[in-house]
């Protein structure tokens, strides 16, 4: 009888919806937690707020992940992601250090626009879902992601 229990708890652990793995107002999604905010800020700060929950802005490992990304915010809706060259221009990296293997970049981009700096990674649900390198100043929504719960 106690090894039923026991099984019967361990199965409980191990099967928990994922929903419960993720902080209320997070949506799970693989092995992280998303959400979506809509408040705009600048790169840094958007960064800064991901951080103060655990998190980092979103970073983006394949097209499935992105195409739930893009389904995360309003339509036509720019927001941060995790993307930036800040260190060496063209070096493109995600604040939570994982590999930049995979991109979505619009036709042209990223291109540092008439010589301006533009360090940080948006993603423009309203241009076909693709990416552009903007100046990390400039104010717009973000999306967070940190891992689901152990």
């Known amino acids: ?62 097209k499935v992940e992105y195409n739930f990304l893009l389904s995360l915010a309003p339509s036509g809706t720019r927001a941060w992601i995790g993307g930036h060259d800040g260190e060496v221009d063209g070096q493109w990296l995600w604040s939570d250090g994982s590999q930049f293997d995979f991109t979505n970049w619009c036709s042209g981009e990223p291109n540092n626009y008439i010589g301006k700096p533009e360090n940080c990674l948006e993603m423009n649900k309203g241009n076909n879902g693709c990416w552009n390198d903007v100046p990390c100043s400039f104010p717009m929504s973000y999306i967070c992601a940190k891992p689901l719960k152990s």
């Open 1 to 62: 009888m106690r090894a039923l229990v026991l099984l019967f708890l361990v199965f409980s652990v191990e099967s928990a919806p994922a929903e419960e793995k993720c902080s209320y107002g997070w949506t799970p999604f693989g092995v992280q937690c998303y959400k979506f905010f809509s408040k705009s800020v600048d790169w840094i700060t958007a960064e800064k707020n991901c951080q103060s929950v655990d998190a980092n802005l979103a970073s983006v490992r394949n």
